[in-house]
């Protein structure tokens, strides 16, 4: 059986750092350690620490979690890292994040709409993708909201883009093209970008 190897205080004061056999294994509020009797030197397992969390801390969880998606829409995704830095185990986690789901504070497809709906002007589809999948929304709801995006919508803003580079930058085919690019805009759109604009000169 693991062994608690230390206790140490947080920042805030209120909770405490577990760590055991030598490594941080979660966080417990204050009157959670002095209520359970937990103490260095120890015997503990995952169970223990996971049902004590359970069953004194997803209020405490859910709170948090409210407090940081109240600043801003967060992703499933962003909202589970930040317990996990506070140090709550998965089944809390699991609890919380299943509340605010069910209360509408987390919707993984709204945020994705939104997301789309604020920076379709600015980049294209293949950075929309990769930003949408780098802030935890699951494929398929990536591969729906993308879905509905318009063609002619999607070139409009690529030749926007090419029409801003071109207001400091010398007309210069490879280097338009790779700007595009990193803006995410396919092969497809940068082309008959660059066709449009080269046309114009």
Known sequence: ??????????????????????????GLENITVLSSGLKIGQETDDETLEALQLSSETENAFNKALSYVSLRRRTEKEV??????????????????GKLKDYGYIDDTKYAEDYVAMYKSRFGEIRLRAELRRLGIAEKTV??????????????????????????HDFDRPKLSRHLAAKG?????????IRAVEKEK
């Open 1 to 26: 059986m693991a062994r608690i190897t230390d206790i140490t205080m947080q920042r805030n004061g209120k909770r405490a750092n577990i760590f055991v056999d030598g490594r941080f294994k979660c």
């Open 80 to 97: 589970r890292l930040k317990l996990r830095e506070k140090g709550y185990l998965n089944s809390v986690i699991d609890a919380a994040t």
């Open 143 to 168: 591969n729906d909201v993308l879905s509905e995006l318009d063609e002619d919508e999607i070139y409009q803003s690529a030749l926007s883009a090419a029409e801003k580079y071109l207001q400091s």
């Open 185 to 193: 805009y396919s092969y497809g759109v940068v082309g008959r970008a």
